[in-house]
């Protein structure tokens, strides 16, 4: 079936509406103390809203159940209006959400407690913050774009040309798995000259004395060496290589001051609605966690 609402008129206001099979376009809103609850399969083709325009502390909520897939396949996102905390997240996902079709990309600045999967199988998709102890995964050619992130969730690059982007005031605590030759971690606004592995299989990051980030991995990593390189917009690109193993191409690229493919590898923070929160990386203590 398909729920569309258009010109946001009513939209949700109430009670717990349940779909086990639909489209959502036309701008949906879900306001006031609804929860609009994904027990199937649901594909949005265009924004969604939670919260109302003045809510700082709304009870609206977006539920994808085990079991469900909640599809991504426009450029438009899920936007939350008026929060400013983690302790009551707008979406709560035990199954599964996904950046599944289009072309370019997808937002969320919506609070995420996953307990289920987020994936980003094509294009890119860019997350505000998620806490919980469920998955992420970037597919093949994808990009992911995370803000906040908590130590008890998992992300996996699961394919080759992979990239995860983290911006520079990002609390980004996730354990990686999968990191490989062909993947690149893109550190926003951060310059660094050096990477080694840690203590605890920890990935530490410096430009001189100074640490930059660290990040905790999951795998041997015991003979490999982590590259570093300024992709020409201000930011550094990471990869691994092991040996007998040629360096990635992003890599090469970044030598000559490019990201991969001749430009910044990651997209910035894009929201196409007016009353939404915009920033996708808050700064460190704009946000909360429980």
Known sequence: ?????????????????????????????????????DIGVMDETDEVVIGDRHQMAGTATLSIAAGAVYRL??????????????????????????????????????TILNNGTIEAAVGYLNIRAVTGAGSMLIDPG?????????????????????????GSDAKFAATISGFAPTDTIYLVGKTADAAALGPGDTLVITNGAATVATFQLAGDYSAATFNVASNGHGGTL???????????????????????????????????????????LLAPGSTHFA
């Open 1 to 37: 079936m398909a729920l569309a609402f258009r010109n946001r008129a009513p939209g949700l206001r109430t009670g717990t509406l349940a779909l086990a099979d639909a489209t959502l376009s036309h701008d949906v809103v879900i306001g006031g103390t609804a929860t609009l609850s």
């Open 142 to 166: 994808a990009t992911l774009s995370v803000g906040i992130a908590r130590a008890s969730l998992g992300l996996t690059f699961n394919g080759a040309d992979a990239t995860l982007t983290i």
């Open 73 to 110: 396949d426009t450029g438009d996102g899920i936007f939350a209006r008026g929060r400013t905390s983690l302790r009551k997240p707008d979406i709560v996902n035990d199954g599964l959400l996904i950046r599944a079709a289009g072309a370019g990309g997808s937002s969320i600045s919506a």
């Open 238 to 280: 990471l990869t691994v290589s092991f040996p007998g193993a040629p360096p990635a191409a992003s890599f090469i690229a970044a030598m000559a001051g490019l990201g991969a493919g001749g430009h910044a590898p990651a997209p910035a923070w894009a929201s196409s609605h007016a009353d939404a929160c915009r920033p996708m």
